[in-house]
């Protein structure tokens, strides 16, 4: 681990401020819509249109980073972002939000991928696993350290979006010092085909595609749901940061039995814990101790569910084919996530505020029960060259992260 943290620790420092900046508009924009008094449909549009960016980026950030290299991508995404970010205060119209949203949606995928690039290339085959839990742990810290800075900042003011602006500023001076001068190459991948993928893991593929939606609402919708459960921000901040504490928490006791049993049963039971949970605070709504433990339960459950499930196609693939099958699974899930936001939005403006926690407990439920489906309907399938080691992939994983998973040692 020291090793790993001696030869990359620049990368993982400019990881870690640019999730800040990642994580303080996630919650920020959801808190300052409010207060703009944006409709839901237009918060949760504003929220999707991450997702989009995010989408399109994962096919053409690399096609861009083969054609003028590294340093000129990051370089010129990370400077587009510092703009967006001071941006949104100046235009505060829902329109403007959701076109800045995808560009910064765009603009944030592409830097990861050049940045977990390098951080791929600084691994080896025999600390990859270490590398790939370090940047799990930096991206959580980031997340969680922003929600402190919205919680000690006016949200109605501009401070709080120039903060995450001069934060993803700094992040590149590391990251691109730390960059050597041949930096690595960004190879195309085999591709394989989305039948091929489905036919091979139908669970992973509905999984990630729920999971997608899930992770997009706690992301982009915990902040509006807090708003009109009457939280006050203080209270918002601490729910999103234990979604992720919790995420970072449970992500090593999951893996370790990920390894040693049926991956479709650990599938189910978590399916089922974090969708029950989010049932019980439906149906049981108010107290700020039930909302916490909640989302811990559905954070720490649906982030690791998100490894589980590569893990868990990739024992049915052959090694050549892990890279591309991880790049479709991030496509299925950006699909979910896209939708996510919105099915929270009309959800919550029929139901009220414990509309977000429905759609959570109904897709959770629903891929805890097609998990169990799948058990009986195919009991004996077969692994392919033994069973795949579970790496800790974030949920908002790029197809670099996700695809370094084949070469875990």
Not at 279 to 291: C, D, I, K, R, S
């Amino acid at each position: 681990m020291l090793q790993v943290l001696g030869s990359a620790w620049a990368l993982l420092l400019g990881i870690y401020l640019l999730m800040i900046g990642n994580g303080l508009q996630g919650t920020l924009l959801g808190l300052r819509g409010e207060l703009e008094r944006f409709t839901t449909l237009e918060i949760s549009v504003v929220m999707s249109a991450y997702f989009v960016g995010f989408l399109f980026a994962s096919r053409l950030a690399p096609v861009l980073i083969r054609r003028v290299g590294h340093v000129r991508v990051f370089s010129a995404l990370g400077s587009a972002i510092s703009a967006i970010l001071i941006l949104y205060p100046i235009l505060p119209e829902p329109w403007v939000w959701a076109l800045a949203r995808v560009a910064i949606g765009f603009c944030y995928c592409g830097v990861y991928i050049t940045a977990e690039s390098w951080l791929n290339s600084a691994a080896s085959n025999e600390n990859r696993g270490k590398a790939l839990s370090l940047y799990m742990v930096v991206q959580m810290a980031g997340i969680v350290t922003a929600q402190w800075l919205i919680a000690r900042n006016d949200v109605g003011g501009f401070a709080v979006f120039i903060i995450p602006s001069i934060l993803v500023s700094l992040s590149f001076a590391p990251a691109l010092l730390s960059a050597t001068q041949t930096t690595p190459e960004f190879a195309a991948t085999k591709r394989l085909k989305m039948s091929r993928l489905v036919s091979a893991s139908p669970l992973a593929c509905a999984g990630m595609f729920l999971l997608g939606s899930v992770f997009a609402a706690q992301f982009g919708m915990s902040a509006v749901y807090g708003t009109r459960a009457g939280l006050a921000e203080g209270q918002i901040t601490w729910m999103v940061s234990v979604t992720y504490l919790a995420a970072l928490a449970s992500q090593y006791p999951i893996g370790w039995l990920s390894d040693r049993m049926d991956r479709r049963l650990l599938i189910l039971g978590l399916s089922m814990l974090g969708g029950g949970m989010a049932l019980v605070a439906l149906l049981w709504p108010g107290p700020l101790w039930l909302v916490l433990l909640t989302s811990a339960v559905v954070g720490g459950t649906s982030n690791p569910l998100y490894a589980l499930l590569i893990a868990y196609a990739n024992d049915y693939l052959e090694r050549e084919d892990m890279a591309a099958a991880s790049g479709g699974l991030l496509f299925i899930n950006g699909l979910g996530a896209i939708a996510g936001p919105l099915v929270v939005g009309w959800s919550m403006d029929w139901m009220g505020a414990e509309g977000f926690w429905a759609i959570i407990a109904a897709v959770m439920l629903a891929l805890g029960f097609y998990a169990a489906w799948r058990m009986r309907a195919a009991p004996d399938k077969p692994i392919v060259d033994g069973k795949t080691t579970f790496a800790p992939i974030p949920a908002a994983a790029t197809p670099v992260a996700a695809g370094s998973e084949r070469n875990v040692a």
